[in-house]
């Protein structure tokens, strides 16, 4: 997982940071960005990309992350999504973890195939980069365990769809939820599921 970032190391590179985003698919709820400059040489707990970890093992991850890495984060609002469209509002979601993380990187990682448009730092897209590249995969987890946060505090606003079960996905249950209760404010209106919901 250290390969690409001792390979940038040795072309100069010392400010690596790995973005990635969480919630680019749910029919509710923001997308959230982290920005990742891994500091420590070993992590004691796995750090790989999230969905590849169980919550607990996440969560462990996360904390380790917060207590050792240089950290960014970022969202976009439900709002902005609808008004900017879903790959736009993820830009600027991770232009504001960048902004957040303090400290200006040398190169930027993003996961994807797609640079941030924009950006005044080298920067390099890699597809499935959260398996290749562990300041990306770290970025993943902190993205992932802070989303899963963020809409777990909204199932205490919106109980009816249940969102600190399924985070805002399409789920059966979250569609018939939909379905009987209609859309509340935390729901995307640029984003349509079966039936036109």
């Known amino acids: 997982m250290r390969t690409l970032e001792n390979s940038l190391k040795e072309q100069g590179f010392s400010r690596i940071v790995g973005i990635d985003e969480a919630g680019r698919g749910p029919l509710a709820g923001p997308v959230v960005a982290a920005a990742v400059c891994i500091v420590p040489e070993a992590f004691s707990n796995e750090i790989r990309d999230s969905k590849l970890l169980s919550p607990r093992k996440r969560e462990l991850a996360y904390e380790e992350i917060l207590g050792t890495c240089l950290v960014g984060l970022g969202q976009a609002t439900v709002h902005e999504i609808d008004q900017l469209n879903i790959l736009q509002a993820t830009f600027l979601a991770m232009r504001r973890a960048l902004d957040d993380l303090g400290d200006r990187p040398d190169i930027c990682l993003i996961d994807g195939n797609l640079e941030i448009p924009g950006l005044p730092w080298a920067q390099k897209?890699?597809?499935?980069?959260?398996?290749?590249?562990?300041?990306?995969?770290?970025?993943?987890?902190?993205?992932?365990?802070?989303?899963?946060?963020?809409?777990?505090?909204?199932?205490?606003?919106?109980?009816?769809?249940?969102?600190?079960?399924?985070?805002?996905?399409?789920?059966?249950?979250?569609?018939?939820?939909?379905?009987?209760?209609?859309?509340?404010?935390?729901?995307?209106?640029?984003?349509?599921?079966?039936?036109?919901?």
């Open 125 to 197: 897209a890699i597809v499935g980069g959260d398996r290749l590249s562990i300041s990306i995969a770290a970025a993943s987890i902190v993205a992932k365990v802070e989303r899963d946060r963020i809409m777990a505090g909204y199932h205490e606003v919106y109980p009816l769809y249940n969102f600190g079960q399924n985070k805002g996905y399409a789920t059966k249950e979250h569609r018939q939820a939909i379905e009987k209760y209609g859309r509340c404010p935390l729901h995307r209106d640029s984003f349509k599921c079966a039936g036109g919901l």
